[in-house]
């Protein structure tokens, strides 16, 4: 099969994207860089709203030629496609078949990329792969951890090219993300990657060479040796960084690495899998505390140590885990031990976050609550670890395989390391940790890891939790310090050609030689034992009898053994391999003279020779006569033995003291290291402390200033309800002063009521929510709002109370005016809706697409349609006959925003579709009111039938033809009252100035009116005119304010009163001397609208007597009154006699409205 057929063959990589707030803008600018030839499944999980329809469909498909498609359950991944997530779902994944899981968590509570990227890595392991976009909290960053762990590839947006980076740094903090790129990047790096893991590993992975040169150089270049990891992990991580370099043959990364120092850096980092948490695998850590710890205990008493080991701790959430666990298990087991817990990594960089212990807010979902709040003190970005759990963990930079390991431990957790390690590397480690546990200790490895091989040096606790215990065997023996591993083509040791081969005797040859032609000789080990006694030794040494020694100083002859230990020590001391000195005059059966040699041989070993012949060439390097002095050797014999007693006794305290220095020194090197980077972190937060310092006292001066300038009282309470502090605008509802601090608040003077004051901020002290008071000063001129708070400390504690008073009095005194302004407001409206409901002209109300809004009974009833019915429909509908023309009309109110009024329309309607009849109607517009100012919501009109009123006019124009005749007759009557007056006996020149005053008042009114141009006359010179200038002044009174009435309303006003006072002069208060007549005139308001009332009242004459028939007089006034000026005349028949109310709209009586030369009885006329 090709590598293209495998290619084709093998299941699609399904890349898992998780994005939330600013994830659009991030989602497009990574699928702008998708191609069609791309064969990767790609699954957008994104935070949607689930009570609104997802509008991504739609808005990606732009961004890509591929198909985006959302989700739907059971729904099959192809490879080259886009899946959306749909709102209201949680998503798993069952092979490449996608499952909708409806949400059983509430808001705020939901981690959707999470779940999804947990059930990807355990469906696909290395076949998955995530990016982390755009977003706000945390999402995502467990579930990178386990895309991390199951070998698959995780990317994370720059922070800085995202518009909300919470996600993306959450997941960066994790240590689980392989690349931060731009999103517009990252599929170039995934592609390239893909490609190479498909077309170019076969050919890497072949190649044992490269990978070779690889390791060695990283060792050479980090120290670190990865010979013995696997290689599929290696080849993913070459892979990778290849395709970041843009690197296309393994012989140019090569090259890369050997001439770019960084290279060989960031590829060990790379290798680096810092994938942990806080109890990881919760039911292996309970197994642990259920079956291991209870027995760990046991033996433990005050004064022992409990000795834990956790390499491969990484940032350090499991070995604060396990101490966790165990402080927790010794507390309660009434365990009085000194716990000591050892985290080891050769991540510098992740044992210094270990060692800082600050870790992101995601932790609060993995540590249970009780130990989050005694373990750790929350900070504004995450969690702090306390220092009495720091304490008791102490990081180290070690290498499990090539530093010295620690000893004596109870209990060794190695989890998820050995998985990275291929078979011989792992017997290795697990070869560590049975030396480094003490017998029965305790061993615990990650899920997919055993320590079962040959020899069983482990049994099983709980292989399904992988819990191992240690056998009681003796430790195996370690070539500590241990170097790297030899090639795997170096021949091993005991294939190598011995020393005695090389000079090619055979063995008869060689003993021969050592019995005739080597001098006798020792062999002494290291620790002076004779390890061997060559031929002709014997008469230098003596078998002592009782127990049994081989200390050569027991064995060699008395006389010999200052000699001897005089060449050893200088054997010892001296600088050369080879010590020599004679000695004479021995005495017995030695010879006179005897050479002692002593060389130094390359195992640790001494040889000593005994030379007879001591003058042969060559052989002599230094010659010394010992004279003996035997006294004197014996005492130096017992003071040597007491020293070699006390020696001996010091050496075994001395190798006692040594495994106590061991494993103090392995203390210490974790604590030196400790200490080095609290030295470090002590450096930093001495400038941050200053920083801090500085910054503090900037706050403390803004503080203070804000506290003298603010205008608001303030007062500051503590938890006790003690004054803490106050603003200078407290004073004016509290007596404070500056030795009040620290006193309760009750304790003094306030114009509020302090009982309950104090009553409310002890309730919000105690439940922690805000609450507010209405209060009255105690004199009741005041009214207050106080907001009472809880006070927050640091760490979010209640640490008090704060509370502002706030002056409400004149809001207080708003609010009721509001109120009252509010009910009247109420009550015209419902007169409006009374008035528009009984009103008994018709009223209308259309929208701008001239619909009915409203229409009153009146309009329904000329309309011939119910009110009901109107609402909703068009003009057109109601009204086909007229609604051109009123639609019209409407158009011009709402070009011009004016009223249109008077209009004059003809036509039908259903009321009787055969009566035409004729309507005046005014149109006006309704404002959309403040929040459109300006802008014309609807049209309202009034709509008056004046078909019987042009009928009136009519008559009204015969009844001015017949006024001219009577006029004539009027003038004809003057003619006669002439001569009667003539006939009358008086003084002729009164009676002639009496008739002519009368007969010029009658002419005057239009005299006046035409000396005001027919504008308007003052109606004080009417009544002048027509009754104090004709009648006198001493029967008649008049009040009222100054009003100029227009030329329609003088003519009607002086006609009335003419045909009024000729009345009073014929049957009324003129008739008898002592009669009476008041006129009483005002302009009045009773709410819709202003009007003119006149009052006549006469007095002092006879009973007034309603006619049974109005006269000529009376109906033209009426109908000018009535008809004209839209009037209303009210008279009162009774035993004092008349009275006439005058009633007139105020503008029909005074504002003019045509002009001067138009004659003002034509007004009645109907318009054309």
């Not at 006959?881 to 004059?904: H, Q, R, S």
């Amino acid at each position: 099969m090709s590598d293209t057929d495998a290619a084709q063959s093998s299941p699609p990589v399904i890349l898992g994207v998780g994005a939330s707030a600013g994830g659009l803008e991030a989602f497009q600018s990574l699928l702008a860089t998708l191609r069609a030839t791309d064969d990767f499944a790609m699954v957008l999980v994104q935070h949607l709203d689930p009570e609104h329809e997802s509008l991504l469909p739609e808005l990606l498909s732009k961004r890509t030629r591929l198909p985006v498609r959302p989700i739907t359950d059971g729904m099959e991944l192809k490879a080259g496609e886009v899946y959306l997530i749909p709102p209201a779902f949680e998503l798993d994944i069952q092979g490449t078949t996608l499952k909708l899981v409806e949400f059983d968590t509430p808001r705020g509570l939901r981690r959707p990329i999470d779940r999804f990227f947990e059930s990807l890595a355990r469906e696909q392991g290395t076949n998955a792969a995530a990016i982390i976009l755009s977003g706000t909290g945390s999402d995502g960053a467990q579930g990178v951890r386990a895309i991390k762990e199951e070998g698959g590839l995780v990317f994370a947006q720059d922070p800085q090219d995202a518009k909300y980076d919470g996600m993306p740094r959450a997941a960066i903090a994790t240590g689980a993300v392989d690349m931060v790129l731009p999103s517009g990047d990252i599929l170039g790096v995934m592609r390239d990657f893909h490609d190479r893991a498909t077309g170019l590993a076969p050919t890497i992975e072949s190649d044992a060479e490269f990978i070779e040169k690889v390791v060695r150089n990283l060792r050479y270049r980090t120290g670190h040796d990865f010979s013995g990891y696997k290689s599929g992990t290696l080849l993913r991580r070459i892979t990778l960084r290849m395709s970041v370099l843009g690197l296309r043959t393994p012989s140019d990364y090569l090259r890369e690495l050997i001439q770019d120092r960084g290279e060989a850096e960031k590829l060990f980092r790379d290798l680096l899998i810092n994938v942990t948490s806080f109890f990881r695998d919760r039911e292996s850590f309970a197994a642990l505390r259920e079956q291991v710890i209870p027995q760990m205990l046991a033996d433990k008493g005050p004064g022992d140590e409990l000795r834990v080991w956790v390499p491969g701790c990484s940032t350090g959430q499991e070995a604060y885990t396990i101490a966790m666990i165990l402080a927790d298990e010794m507390s309660r087991l009434d365990c009085h031990a000194r716990l000591s817990v050892f985290g080891t990594d050769i991540d510098e960089d992740a044992l210094t976050e270990a060692r800082r212990g600050y870790y992101p807010n995601t932790i609060a979902t993995e540590v249970p609550q009780n130990w989050l709040d005694r373990w750790f003190t929350a900070t504004h970005a995450g969690y702090e670890v306390r220092p009495e759990l720091r304490d008791i963990v102490r990081f180290s930079s070690q290498n499990l395989i090539k530093d010295p390991p620690f000893s004596r431990l109870d209990l060794v957790t190695c989890r998820n390391v050995l998985i990275y390690f291929d078979n011989p590397l792992q017997e290795t480690a697990l070869s560590v940790f049975h030396y480094a546990l003490r017998p029965g200790g305790w061993l615990m490895l990650g899920s997919s890891e055993s320590a079962r091989q040959a020899g069983e040096p482990f049994r099983d606790i709980s292989p399904e939790h992988r819990l191992y215990q240690r056998d009681n065997a003796p430790a195996r023996p370690l070539d500590l310090p241990r170097g790297y591993r030899p090639p795997a083509d170096t021949p091993p040791l005991s294939s190598r050609p011995s020393a005695d081969s090389d000079h090619g005797l055979p063995p008869a040859a060689l003993e021969a030689l050592l019995e005739h032609h080597v001098p006798p000789y020792l062999v002494l080990s290291q620790n002076d034992e004779v390890s061997i006694i060559g031929p002709g030794s014997e008469r230098f040494v003596k078998i002592p009898t009782g127990r049994a020694t081989l200390g050569a100083r027991a064995l060699i002859l008395p006389e010999l053994k200052p000699a001897l230990k005089r060449v050893l020590t200088g054997l010892a001391l001296g600088a050369q391999p080879y010590r020599r000195i004679t000695v004479s005059n021995l005495g017995g059966t030695l010879p006179e003279t005897l050479a002692l040699g002593a060389t130094a041989l390359s195992d640790g070993n001494r040889l000593v020779t005994f030379e007879t012949d001591t003058h042969r060439e060559g052989r002599v390097e230094s010659e010394s006569q010992i004279v003996i002095d035997e006294d004197y050797v014996g005492q130096l014999e017992t003071e040597l033995d007491n020293a070699r007693q006390t020696i001996r006794t010091t050496v075994e305290e001395l190798e006692t003291s040594n495994e106590e220095l061991k494993s103090s020194n392995e203390e210490m090197m974790s604590m030196n290291e400790e200490l080095q980077s609290a030295n470090e972190e002590l450096s930093t937060t001495n400038e941050e402390l200053q920083t801090k310092l500085r910054e503090l006292a900037q706050v403390n001066s803004d503080l203070a200033n804000f506290m003298e300038s603010t205008q608001i009282a303030t007062i500051f309470l503590d938890d006790e309800l003690r004054l803490r502090n106050f603003t200078p605008e407290a004073v004016a509802w509290f007596r404070f002063v500056e030795q009040d601090r620290g006193r309760e608040i009750t304790d003094i003077g306030s114009r509020l009521d302090m009982e309950q004051l104090a009553e409310t901020c002890r309730r919000v002290r105690d439940n922690g929510q805000p609450e507010e008071l209405a209060l009255s000063t105690s004199d009741g001129r005041a009214e207050v709002m106080v907001r009472i708070a809880p006070y927050r400390t640091e760490t979010r504690h209640t640490g008090g109370i704060v509370f502002s008073v706030f002056d409400v009095t004149e809001l207080a005194s708003f609010a009721s005016e509001a109120e009252a302004a509010s009910a009247e407001a109420r009550a015209r409206m419902e007169e409006i809706e009374e008035l528009y409901r009984v009103s008994p002209g018709a009223m209308g109300l259309v929208d701008r697409e001239y619909r009915y809004l409203r229409a009153n009974p009146r309009l329904a009833e000329i309309n011939g349609v119910s009110t009901e019915d109107h609402i909703g429909q068009r003009m057109e509908d109601v009204v086909p006959d007229i609604a051109a023309a009123k639609m019209a009309a409407i158009d011009k109110v709402l070009e011009t925003g004016e009223p249109v009024l008077g209009v004059i329309l003809r036509g039908t309607t259903r009321a009787d579709p055969e009566d035409e009849r004729t309507w005046q109607i005014d149109f006006y517009p309704l404002q959309s009111g403040a929040e459109t100012p300006g802008a014309i919501r609807a049209v309202g009109f009034n709509v008056q039938d004046i078909t019987d009123l042009l009928a009136l006019q009519a008559d009204l124009r015969r009844i001015m033809r017949e006024l001219q005749h009577r006029v004539k007759n009027m003038l004809s009557n003057v003619i006669a009252l002439v001569n009667r007056a003539r006939r009358e006996k008086g003084d002729p020149a009164r009676l002639l100035e009496t008739l002519s005053q009368r007969i010029r008042a009658l002419a005057n009114t239009h005299n006046l009116l035409t000396a005001e141009n027919w504008s308007s006359t003052a109606l004080r010179d009417v009544l002048s005119l027509e009754l104090t200038d004709v009648y006198g002044s001493e029967r008649i009174e008049t009040h009222g304010p100054a009003v100029r009435l227009n030329a329609r309303a003088t003519l009607a006003i002086g006609m009335a009163v003419h045909e009024l006072a000729t009345n009073a002069v014929k049957y009324g208060a003129f008739s008898v001397p002592e009669g009476h007549i008041s006129l009483r005139w005002s302009r009045i308001d009773e709410g819709d609208g202003e009007s003119f009332v006149l009052r006549w009242t006469e007095t002092g004459g006879p009973p007034a007597v309603q006619p049974e028939h109005e006269g000529f007089g009376t109906t033209l006034v009426r109908s000018m009154i009535e008809g004209t000026l839209g009037g209303k005349i009210s008279p009162d028949w009774n035993s004092e006699g008349l009275r006439l109310v005058i009633t007139l709209p105020w503008l029909a009586a005074t504002e003019v409205d045509y002009d001067s030369d138009v004659d003002p009885l034509r007004q009645a006329d109907p318009l054309p």
